[in-house]
């Protein structure tokens, strides 16, 4: 079965770092999504992507945050200077249409930043 | 703000027994689903409810959509230790992406065999 995958598992790294969080999504997906969830918290959307763009993103989603799609498989989420509070769980997801009825989330990097 | 509140958050049961874990907004959501969390893992998703008291069913677990498309509840029937998992519940709000789901914090089910 088709799965999102994302690199690396786990990341450490010393705040005002920069950091890339990797993803493929599954091929003939469409639109993607990143996702995090700090410890004990909610799930919380961070942005979503479509045709090379941001469609969507929240208050989260600051000037520290980039996302790309460098390439036709990967798709990426940029912390330009990594503060403390950005420690969590981080998810890509993508589905085929923008109806969000089937999102498929991959396994997660978990970003601890010391 | 939109917000989901799950009931209960912790549910340990025998296994053989019945449960039902609710879904609660003060909001209108377009759709809502419902996942299924392993730690370590991201979210799978189990169903998307779109209409005002749509009921799915999924084997012995059935998902209901409030008429009112404020609310969901999931029961499982009786329940198996392989049940055992975080069930989130999540909401796609009207005028948004379908993508940017609202995530409640999760029911932490323990099945007993």
């Known amino acids: 079965e088709p799965e999102v995958t994302q690199t690396p598992s786990h990341q450490v790294t010393q705040m005002g770092q920069e950091v890339i969080l990797r993803c493929v999504p599954i091929?003939?997906?469409?639109?993607f999504y990143w996702y995090r969830q700090i410890l004990g918290q909610k799930v919380e959307f961070l942005v979503s992507?479509?045709?090379?763009?941001?469609?969507?993103k929240s208050e989260i989603f600051d000037d520290q945050f980039s996302v790309e799609r460098p390439d036709g498989s990967n798709f990426t989420l940029k912390i330009r200077s990594t503060k403390l509070e950005d420690s969590a769980m981080y998810f890509c997801?993508?589905?085929?249409?923008?109806?969000?009825?089937?999102?498929?989330f991959g396994s997660g990097t978990q970003l601890s930043v010391l | 703000t939109q917000l989901l509140e799950q009931s209960p958050q912790f549910l340990s049961i025998q296994e053989g027994e019945n449960l039902t874990v609710y879904c609660n907004s003060s909001s209108v959501f377009s759709s809502l689903q419902w996942y299924r969390q392993e730690p370590g893992e991201g979210p799978v998703l189990l169903v998307t409810v779109v209409t005002g008291g749509e009921v799915k069913k999924l084997k012995r677990l059935t998902f209901q959509f409030g008429d009112a498309r404020k609310d969901s509840s999931l029961h499982i029937t009786a329940a198996q230790p392989g049940d055992t998992g975080l069930y989130l519940c999540a909401g796609a709000k009207y005028g948004g992406s379908q993508g940017n789901l609202i995530f409640g914090k999760g029911t932490k089910l323990s099945v007993k065999p």
């Open positions: 091929s003939n997906h469409l639109y």
């Open positions: 992507f479509y045709n090379n763009e941001i469609s969507e």
């Open positions: 997801a993508s589905s085929e249409g923008q109806g969000g009825e089937k999102l498929f």
